[in-house]
């Protein structure tokens, strides 16, 4: 049984070039070929890189830094985890839109190339991530970066790995980020499989599928047995405490594979007292918004961009900050 009529016209030209099925035989190649399919062309904004080592002795990790023109102080950040069902994607994809963002919003864009599964299994990415992030606010002062007004954002797996740091940070003490924007973020390894906790037959069948998905996170797992304090850093539904995490904006589609694990993580932070602002958008597919024409991207653009102007508004001052830690 097909669900193709559910989704919205407008994301047509999504269902014309369908997502392989991912297999360990096949990775290397389309790893290969998503560089070119998701290129944004160049930035517009000042580009430049550095190498950051992690905690754990891995190799030093790659961050692509995006400033925008004529210098500054006291500018917002926004730290970037990119997409890719954790096994998929560099910090380059974007480059173009990360760019734009940095100009629209006056910020620095701090992307991380993370270390991909299998290759790498948990805890690499998220280890990456922490180690970029802790970068990011050591360095805040030279990049002209107010620390009270960095945001976590991720696209998918990047969104996954943004909640999951967030919790990191919060438990080991690292920097506190003003907010998360987690975009269809990719949060349970249970979905999609026998202990799926809340199927869907009608979300999945498009893009980012259950055999993806279940590919994806064992890739990540390797000998990881999430049952550990460690589970939240791992799969960020699995975390037992949501408390005292920076305050979400959250948007997927209706028929994204995600939507039920991630309407779960909205309620679950909602009772731990995170406020979190959820959006919905029907007849949308994971990945919706890389059709630039539709209308449900429009939206979605509209209302991302107000999120991010209102947490640059609104961050923590350096005191408050200080104090949280």
């Given at each position: 049984?097909?669900?193709r009529?559910?989704?919205?016209?407008?994301?047509?030209?999504?269902?014309?070039?369908?997502?392989?099925?991912?297999?360990?035989?096949?990775?290397?190649?389309?790893?290969?070929?998503?560089?070119?399919?998701f290129?944004?062309?160049?930035?517009?904004?000042?580009?430049?890189?550095?190498?950051?080592?992690?905690?754990?002795?891995?190799?030093?990790?790659?961050?692509?830094?995006?400033?925008?023109?004529?210098?500054?102080?006291?500018?917002?950040?926004i730290?970037?985890?990119?997409g890719g069902?954790?096994?998929?994607?560099?910090?380059?994809m974007?480059?173009?839109?990360?760019?734009?963002?940095?100009?629209?919003?006056?910020?620095?864009?701090?992307?991380v190339?993370?270390?991909?599964?299998?290759?790498?299994p948990?805890?690499?990415?998220?280890?990456?991530?922490?180690?970029?992030?802790?970068?990011?606010?050591a360095?805040a002062a030279?990049?002209?970066?107010?620390?009270?007004r960095?945001?976590?954002?991720?696209?998918?797996?990047?969104?996954g790995?943004?909640?999951?740091?967030?919790?990191l940070?919060?438990?080991?003490?690292?920097?506190?980020?003003?907010?998360?924007?987690l975009?269809?973020?990719?949060l349970?390894?249970?979905?999609?499989?026998?202990?799926?906790?809340?199927?869907?037959?009608?979300?999945?069948?498009?893009?980012?599928?259950?055999?993806?998905?279940?590919?994806?996170?064992?890739?990540?797992?390797?000998?990881?047995?999430p049952?550990?304090?460690?589970?939240?850093h791992?799969?960020a539904a699995?975390?037992?405490?949501?408390s005292?995490?920076?305050?979400?904006?959250?948007?997927?589609?209706?028929?994204?594979?995600?939507?039920?694990?991630i309407?779960?993580?909205?309620?679950?932070?909602?009772?731990?007292?995170?406020?979190?602002?959820?959006?919905?958008?029907?007849?949308?597919?994971?990945?919706?918004?890389?059709?630039?024409?539709?209308?449900?991207t429009?939206?979605?653009?509209?209302?991302?961009?107000?999120?991010?102007?209102?947490a640059?508004?609104?961050?923590?001052?350096?005191a408050?900050?200080?104090?949280?830690?």
């Amino acid at each position: 049984m097909t669900y193709r009529h559910l989704v919205d016209p407008a994301l047509a030209p999504m269902l014309e070039n369908e997502f392989p099925a991912l297999s360990a035989a096949n990775l290397k190649d389309f790893r290969a070929a998503l560089v070119h399919q998701f290129d944004a062309g160049p930035s517009p904004a000042i580009r430049s890189e550095v190498r950051v080592r992690t905690r754990d002795g891995g190799p030093e990790v790659r961050l692509i830094i995006h400033t925008p023109h004529g210098g500054g102080a006291n500018r917002p950040a926004i730290f970037f985890i990119h997409g890719g069902g954790m096994v998929l994607g560099d910090a380059a994809m974007g480059e173009g839109v990360h760019g734009a963002l940095a100009l629209r919003h006056q910020a620095v864009v701090v992307s991380v190339d993370y270390r991909l599964a299998p290759e790498t299994p948990f805890p690499g990415a998220i280890e990456d991530c922490f180690a970029g992030l802790k970068w990011l606010f050591a360095h805040a002062a030279e990049l002209g970066v107010d620390p009270s007004r960095v945001v976590l954002m991720g696209e998918s797996a990047g969104g996954g790995l943004a909640a999951s740091l967030a919790q990191l940070a919060r438990d080991e003490g690292g920097p506190r980020v003003c907010a998360q924007i987690l975009i269809y973020p990719m949060l349970d390894y249970r979905t999609g499989s026998k202990e799926d906790p809340h199927p869907n037959p009608v979300t999945g069948e498009f893009s980012w599928t259950r055999a993806n998905n279940r590919f994806g996170w064992e890739a990540l797992r390797g000998a990881y047995v999430p049952t550990d304090a460690r589970a939240g850093h791992f799969s960020a539904a699995l975390g037992r405490d949501l408390s005292n995490l920076p305050p979400a904006f959250i948007a997927t589609g209706s028929l994204d594979l995600f939507f039920e694990e991630i309407l779960e993580y909205s309620r679950r932070l909602c009772r731990a007292g995170v406020p979190v602002e959820l959006h919905s958008y029907p007849g949308a597919i994971h990945g919706f918004n890389f059709v630039p024409t539709a209308w449900m991207t429009e939206s979605f653009n509209r209302d991302l961009h107000d999120a991010l102007s209102r947490a640059f508004g609104s961050g923590e001052s350096s005191a408050e900050q200080k104090n949280a830690r």
